[in-house]
C-alpha cells in the first residue's frame, strides 16, 4: 500500500507540475470574469482580493457569516412533529428523473446495475444497438437520494458517473437534490446544510465523549457548487459530454429538440452504492473517462457561464500571476480534534515543512522560476477568534498575539506562520492564510479554485 501511495503522489507532483509550468509559459490570467491585458499582472484573478493583505482579511471576515441559518429553526420544527418534511422543499427521486425524461428522452427505461463481468458486457451491448438505431446518444439518468453527508453523497455520485462512462453511456445526467444533512423545508426559499462542528465546543473536549454542537448554513449543494438549476427542464449539466466556449455541449444544447435515449439503475440505494464501487475495483477506470468527467463540469461550471443567480465568492487568491495558490483540507471538525486523522498530525510540524518542501520543488516554486506559493488552510477549531486559536492551536501553525482587542474578535479568516520553518522559505509567501469554521459554500468553491489542491 505503501508503494501504491508513493507512486500515486508522484504522479499527482508531476501533473502538478507541468500545469503550474504550463500556466507560466501560457501566461493564463487567473480572473474568472476575464482579463484585459495579460501582460499586466494585475488583472489576474482581478476579482478577488488578496488574503495576505489586511484590508481584504477584513472584507471576507465581515461577509463570511452571511449564510449562517438559526438552529432553532429546524429545532422548532422537529419538535412540533415535522421532521418528516425536512426535504419536501426539494424536487427529488422519480419525480425529478421523470420530468427529465419528459423534456429531453426518446426513449425512457430502467436496467440493472452491472455485478458481473456478464451484464458488464451485456450493457455494453445494449448501449451500442442504441446508438446504432438512430445516432442518438445514449444518456444515464440519476437522482441521489443518499441519507448520508454532503461531501460523501458527492462522491459517490460522481462515482456513479465514472461507472456509467466506463460502461459506455455518451453522458450521465445526475439531480443532487436536498438529501441527508442537507434539508429543505417546503416554506423555505432555499436549502440548508447542518453538520456538527467545534466552533462553538469547549475548548478542552472529552476524548471519549466530544461535544460538537450543530450549526446551520444555507446551500445548494447543485446550484452553488455545480451551477446546475434545480430543475430539470432548466440548466443541467452533462457529464462527459464534450463543451464548448460558449457553455453548451455537443449532446444538448446545440440540438435544442434532439432527443435521447435514457437509462436509469433499479434497485435500492444502498445496492446501487456497493454496485458501483465493485464495478470500479473490478474493471476499473480508464482516464479518457476521467478526463471527459472532469472537462465536462470545469466548463459547465465556470463562472462567466454559470446561473445569474449563483453569488461571486471572495477566496483571498488575488495578486500577482507569478504566485500559485494551494488550497489545503485539514480535517478535523467531524472526526475530532485528536483523531490523527489530517496530515499535519500524521508527519508532525518539522516533517510537514520538509513535505512542504517537497512540493515546492517539484513545481519548481521559488528562484529562479520566478513563482512562490501561497498555503491556504481550510479547518475547523473549537472558539470564533484569534484568541481561541492561540488557545487551542492548529497543527502545524503558530498564531501570534496582535493585541487583545485584535485577538478577541470574531475571525473566520488569519494569517499565520508554519511552527517549523521551512528551508525552502523563497518558494512560500512568508504567511499562511487560515480560514477555520467558515461558510462550508465559500470553502468549497475556493479550494474548487486553488490552483492545487491537498486533502
Not at 163 to 182: E, H, I, N, Q, T
Not at 399 to 406: D, V
Amino acid at each position: 500500500m505503501g508503494r501504491i501511495l508513493r507512486c500515486l503522489r508522484y504522479t499527482l507532483i508531476v501533473a502538478s507540475s507541468r500545469a503550474f509550468a504550463e500556466d507560466l509559459e501560457g501566461g493564463h490570467c487567473y480572473s474568472s470574469r476575464g482579463c484585459t491585458s495579460l501582460s499586466d499582472e494585475h488583472q489576474a484573478r482581478l476579482e478577488d482580493c488578496s488574503a495576505f493583505n489586511s484590508t481584504c482579511l477584513f472584507q471576507i471576515n465581515r461577509s463570511s457569516a452571511d449564510d449562517q441559518v438559526d438552529l432553532q429553526k429546524l429545532i422548532d420544527m422537529v419538535e412540533a412533529g415535522e421532521r418528516e418534511q425536512l426535504h419536501d422543499g426539494a424536487l427529488r427521486d422519480r419525480a425529478w428523473m421523470d420530468r427529465f425524461a419528459a423534456a429531453y428522452c426518446k426513449s425512457w427505461d430502467a436496467t440493472a446495475f452491472p455485478r458481473t463481468t456478464e451484464e458488464f458486457e451485456r450493457l455494453q451491448k445494449r448501449i451500442d444497438r442504441l446508438r446504432r438505431d438512430d445516432t442518438s446518444g445514449v444518456l444515464m439518468v440519476h437522482s441521489d437520494a443518499l441519507e448520508d453527508g454532503v461531501g460523501a453523497r458527492f462522491k459517490k455520485a460522481v462515482e456513479l458517473v465514472a461507472a456509467s462512462l466506463r460502461v459506455g453511456f455518451d453522458a450521465a445526467v445526475l439531480a443532487l437534490p436536498p438529501a441527508g444533512s442537507l434539508v429543505h423545508p417546503a416554506q423555505w426559499e432555499h436549502p440548508v446544510w447542518c453538520h456538527e462542528s467545534p466552533a462553538d465546543g469547549p475548548e478542552q473536549q472529552d476524548v471519549s465523549m466530544p461535544d460538537y454542537p450543530m450549526m446551520c448554513w444555507r446551500f445548494d449543494l447543485q446550484r452553488d457548487l455545480l451551477a446546475q438549476s434545480r430543475e430539470p427542464e432548466g440548466r443541467v449539466l452533462f457529464w462527459g459530454a464534450e463543451y464548448f466556449a460558449n457553455g453548451s455541449t455537443m449532446i444538448s444544447a446545440s440540438h435544442p429538440s434532439r432527443k435521447f435515449h435514457c437509462l436509469r439503475f433499479e434497485g435500492e440505494v444502498g445496492h446501487l452504492e456497493g454496485s458501483v464501487w465493485n464495478l470500479i475495483r473490478k474493471e476499473g477506470l480508464r482516464r479518457t473517462d476521467l478526463q471527459r468527467l472532469f472537462a465536462s463540469a470545469r466548463a459547465f461550471a465556470a463562472v462567466d457561464q454559470v446561473l445569474p443567480e449563483r453569488r461571486e465568492v471572495l477566496c483571498g487568491f488575488g495578486g500577482p500571476y507569478n504566485v500559485k495558490h494551494v488550497a489545503m483540507h485539514v480535517r478535523r471538525g467531524d472526526v475530532g480534534l485528536d483523531a490523527k486523522y489530517d496530515l499535519v498530525q500524521q508527519l508532525g510540524s518539522a516533517a510537514f515543512s520538509e513535505w512542504l518542501c517537497s512540493l515546492a520543488s517539484a513545481v519548481e516554486a521559488g528562484t529562479p522560476s520566478g513563482f512562490q506559493l501561497a498555503l491556504h488552510i481550510f479547518t475547523e477549531a473549537a472558539g470564533r477568534s484569534r484568541s481561541s486559536l492561540m488557545r487551542v492551536g492548529v497543527d502545524g501553525l503558530h498564531f501570534e498575539s496582535l493585541g487583545e482587542a485584535e485577538d478577541d474578535k470574531p475571525v473566520f479568516h488569519t494569517l499565520a506562520s508554519l511552527s517549523s520553518p521551512l528551508t525552502c522559505a523563497d518558494a512560500f509567501l512568508k504567511h499562511v492564510h487560515v480560514v477555520v469554521n467558515n461558510n462550508p459554500r465559500d470553502a468549497l468553491l475556493c479550494m474548487a479554485r486553488a490552483d492545487a489542491l491537498i486533502t
